[in-house]
């Protein structure tokens, strides 16, 4: 089975800090996305990219930053953590059509 | 971009019954449709997907219809179970490459008591 971890699990982080998640997968995927979800919004896409050394804006990717240096890490930075930005993120990673999903990351920013 | 919307938001159901999620879709380039499960606390789980050459797919007791031509796909769940409580997402994606990502609908919360 796909093996998609997140790091940390949960963070609290204090507004205009930096904050960085952490996701490594073990699939071999070219993939990899950010995820953030909001109750009532579902999730939405902030990053994702196809190959190392590469990422791509997702639909909101205003305040972040990823980064793609293996094929298994892909990280988001929030350089300037907000209020708004407090969220659960979910990394996920795929190979083609099916996307495999880590277990999230509960975002507090007071 | 593509815009996915699902229907109900939420609903409540007796175990045993069968229940209908509606999802609709606005870019015909989207190609793939994969529907996802999370139950509380925890990871999206893939449960069924569809693709656009196709009208009907089924896995045990979810079954999937998919209308190309009006744009909307429903899942159908028979004998629901307490276990099938979780929260439903649709999405939609194109065909690969670098544009391959999902968009997601917001979910439908299932509650089914026993």
């Known amino acids: 089975e796909a093996a998609v971890t997140q790091s940390p699990r949960s963070k609290v982080a204090v507004t205009g800090g930096k904050v960085t998640l952490s996701c490594h997968q073990t699939?071999?995927?070219?993939?990899m996305y950010w995820y953030r979800q909001d109750t009532g919004h579902g999730l939405r896409l902030i990053h994702y990219?196809?190959?190392?050394?590469?990422?791509e804006k997702g639909d909101i990717p205003d305040g972040y930053k990823a980064s793609r240096p293996s094929q298994e890490n892909f990280s988001l930075i929030l350089e300037l953590a907000s209020l708004s930005q407090t969220a659960v993120y979910f990394c996920?990673?795929?190979?083609?059509?099916?996307?495999?999903f880590g277990p999230g990351t509960r975002l507090t920013v007071l | 971009g593509e815009q996915v919307e699902q229907l109900p938001s939420s609903l409540i159901v007796q175990e045993g019954a069968s229940v209908l999620i509606n999802c609709s879709y606005t870019?015909?380039?989207?190609?793939?449709f994969p529907w996802y499960k999370q139950e509380p606390g925890k990871r999206l789980q893939f449960i069924i997907d569809?693709?656009?050459?196709?009208e009907r797919k089924q896995n045990q007791r979810l079954t999937l219809l998919f209308d190309k031509k009006t744009k909307h796909l429903s899942l159908h769940i028979t004998a629901t179970q307490p276990g099938d409580s979780a929260i439903y997402f649709c999405?939609?994606?194109?065909?690969?490459?670098?544009?391959?990502?999902?968009?997601f609908g917001k979910g439908t919360k299932l509650s089914v008591k026993s």
């Open positions: 569809i693709r656009s050459n196709m």
């Open positions: 699939n071999n995927h070219d993939y």
């Open positions: 870019d015909s380039a989207s190609v793939y």
């Open positions: 990219s196809y190959v190392a050394d590469s990422t």
């Open positions: 999405s939609a994606r194109p065909v690969g490459g670098s544009n391959a990502k999902l968009t």
């Open positions: 996920a990673s795929s190979a083609g059509y099916e996307q495999y």
